[in-house]
């Protein structure tokens, strides 16, 4: 059923409130990142929902209302408004997207409503490349004082990437090349050699560059994947008493899912990083 995730209608899973169908989006939001959540609707959502005339409110308390126009009846010739709204309940904050019901059987509506989900569902992953603080550094050599942001876990994730690519493809010529060692002279030998030991221990030195981050960034990734474990334990169960319906169970467990894989990953790379620089020299 995860698979095939992509075919569900989704707009049949939302409910009729006061005249709107109301779909309850599988994202959840502490309260204290409200502020930064807006943010991530003002620079990743807005901008691709030009054409539905977005208009986001903020209030004081942190509550939003992101308006936009049902286009789909506007070309009908009876325009109408959608909207998501956040509501807060024990320090979480919850999103509703209300649209005409009308909407529900349109298949460009449908798709619509699919990559919103999808994008709403980014927020994780863009949200840890802005919770580094920005930290002020003294260029002893200018004598002046500049910011400098600490690379978020995707960005250190993507350089460790790199660099255990690297590590791998000189240690793989090593290989190759210890078993043509009797084909070739000492001296060809010893500089193919040195070529490749040279190539790992600089990938091993952009792994050394950001050891002082990785304790920590594993400690966070490691809380975080066995919190992901959690609910999808919760959400098995509340599938199986009938609290929610099979559709929204496919729909929330294969995000989780991603995300989970996305961190498991994570968490495997950073593991292979503390094991190389706690190897033996």
Known sequence: MIGGAKKRVIPSEAILEGGMAVYRLPLRVSEDESELFADFLREELLPRLKGLDPQLTVSEAGRFTLKMDARWRMEMGSPEVMFIRSEAHEGVLTLTFSFPPVLSEDRDFQAFLYNLERRLLAYPLWREKKVRV??????????????????GLEEVVEELQR???????????????????????????????????????????????????LPDLMDSVSKQRATLVKRLADLDVSAKLGEISQEQYASRREALEAELQSLSAALSILAWAQRELSAPS
């Open 163 to 213: 660099a255990k690519q690297d590590v791998d493809a000189a240690r793989g010529k090593l290989e190759q090349l210890y078993s043509m060692k009797g084909e070739i002279s000492p001296s060809v030998f010893a500089d193919f050699e040195r070529r490749y030991r040279s190539a790992a221990a600089d990938a091993l030195k952009r792994v050394r560059s950001l050891s002082d981050r």
């Open 134 to 151: 920005v930290v002020t550094r003294r260029i002893v050599s200018r004598g002046e004082q500049v910011q400098t942001r600490e690379k």
